[in-house]
């Protein structure tokens, strides 16, 4: 039987098994641009070409400073940013944008901030939206709200060190900063349901790990964080919306909280961070769906056994009763050829299929 996309990744999420693995990934736009050298038609979209099943919309969640151009060259711009702060942005978006100053340096930064954290209608560009997820629907692909409120988003108002910091030493005012962002995501996708716009799940952006471990332990993610997830999450399941959570880097250690706090799908299982997709699977496999986990690295490889091994033995394990969506483990660098690509995408629908 032939799905929808929205049919076959509800079914995956349901713990039930589609006709075939969902299909979504993000390439970066450096990649992009290569593999337009390389065969992809110009005006074509990897998403077109590839038949990616997701789309994502969203709203202004930020307290809206006016955005200015500091300096511009040929390889970056520096900007003030919406969240107040500055930020250098490279061009070929190949890395993640560099802060340059960050506009909450002490307690007393908060509350300027925190006053312009309101929910209201111009944050949304309504016929936009509308337009966009009804395009979405007619086609049958699957749409995400998408929203961000924590540790990740903080480090926009925050030094990196220094959030982490309060996270250990002020746990309560962190806590009260990601709730009232986290009471704006709410407010806003309430509005937007209120209007009869209809998207089909919440994605929250918030990454909590590195390389080899979390950025911070469990209980500070209980102390900070975990109340404010159970209320989002909880908003979303009472409008039957399923919650991804995209997280980079080992996450390992909290997906129990995470469980708890009643998430439905984690994305991207970042394998060089030491995420498992099989072991993955059979750990939290009845609690949990999984979203990407196939290693860029084989990708790129010389060897193409290595990434027909990986699709082949990760695929074996996570499609079994539903709950795996393909994706990459992050985003597909531009060390990636079109060609392998292409090869990836037919190892991808060869391998899922029921």
């Not at 996270?167 to 009232?180: H, S």
């Not at 309430?190 to 471990?213: H, L, T």
């Amino acid at each position: 039987m032939h799905m929808t996309s929205r049919e076959r990744i509800l079914t995956a999420l349901n713990h039930q098994e589609p006709d075939r693995v969902p299909i979504h990934d993000g390439p970066w736009r450096a990649t992009i641009a290569r593999w337009h050298k390389e065969g992809l038609p110009e005006s074509v979209t990897p998403a077109e070409y590839f038949g990616y099943e997701m789309v994502f919309t969203g709203c202004d969640l930020s307290p809206r400073f006016p955005i200015e151009t500091l300096e511009e060259t040929e390889d970056y711009i520096v900007q003030k940013t919406a969240k107040g702060g500055v930020i250098r942005n490279f061009h070929d978006l190949a890395s993640t944008p560099e802060q340059i100053d960050h506009p909450i340096k002490s307690k007393k930064d908060w509350p300027p901030i925190e006053d312009r954290l309101h929910a209201d209608r111009a944050r949304v560009e309504w016929d936009s939206m509308r337009a966009q997820l009804e395009e979405v629907r007619s086609q049958g692909k699957f749409s995400l709200f998408v929203g961000a409120y924590g540790y990740d988003t903080l480090q926009g108002y925050m030094r990196s060190e220094q959030l982490l910091m309060a996270m250990a030493t002020e746990p309560d005012w962190v806590r009260e900063m990601i709730i009232k962002l986290a009471t704006l995501t709410v407010d806003m996708a309430r509005m937007i349901i209120a209007e009869g716009i209809e998207f089909d799940s919440f994605w929250c952006g918030n990454d909590m790990g590195y390389r080899n471990a979390l950025l911070f332990s469990p209980e500070t993610y209980r102390r900070t964080h975990k109340e404010a997830d159970q209320m989002v999450v909880s908003f979303f399941h009472e409008h039957g919306k399923p919650v991804f959570l995209h997280s980079d880097g080992n996450i390992n250690e909290l997906l129990p909280d995470l469980i708890d706090a009643g998430f439905d799908c984690i994305h991207p299982l970042e394998v060089k961070a030491g995420m498992d997709l099989r072991k993955l699977k059979e750990t939290y496999g009845d609690r949990l769906a999984f979203w990407g986990g196939i290693d860029t690295r084989a990708m790129a490889a010389e060897d193409p056994a290595l990434i027909e091994r990986e699709i082949a033995a990760k695929f074996e394990a996570a499609k079994v009763g539903g709950g795996y969506i393909y994706h990459s483990d992050h985003s597909v660098p531009p060390n990636v050829s079109f060609q392998q690509y292409r090869r990836v995408m037919d190892l991808v629908r060869t391998y899922g299929q029921y």
